[in-house]
């Protein structure tokens, strides 16, 4: 498993190479919420894995691990799923990436 952490150059060079943006990504993870039938304003972005974008929906900077279960994004076709991984990581960064508001 191939993993990337958002803060870090490695994830910078990923997004740069990847063809599906964060932005575009962001906008898909939206719009699979509301094909499924939830409100959500969004979930941070935390980590890259084998090339999926993580969206993860909680996070307490109390507890320093985030549990990767959310929304995938796939970077290469843009392709949405959702994951309940038992796995947990530690982030980086408290906040994660998210789309700013335009």
């Known amino acids: ?17 990847a063809p599906i943006n964060l932005e575009k990504a962001w906008d898909l993870q939206l719009k699979y919420y509301e094909e499924n039938g ?20 909680y996070y307490n900077p109390k507890i320093p691990e985030v549990k990767l279960s959310g929304v995938s994004i796939d970077s290469q076709t843009g392709e949405a799923t ?21």
Do not use: C, H
Not at 10 to 17: I, L, R
Not at 38 to 57: A, C, M, R, V, W
């Open 38 to 57: 939830e409100q959500i304003i969004g979930s941070p972005l935390f980590f890259i894995i084998n090339d999926k974008y993580i969206f993860t929906p």
């Open 82 to 102: 959702y994951v309940n991984m038992k796995d947990k990581l530690k982030p980086k960064s408290q906040f994660g990436w998210r789309k700013t508001k335009e």
């Open 1 to 17: 498993m191939k993993i990337i952490a958002y803060g870090t150059p490695e994830f910078e060079e990923s997004v740069k190479k």
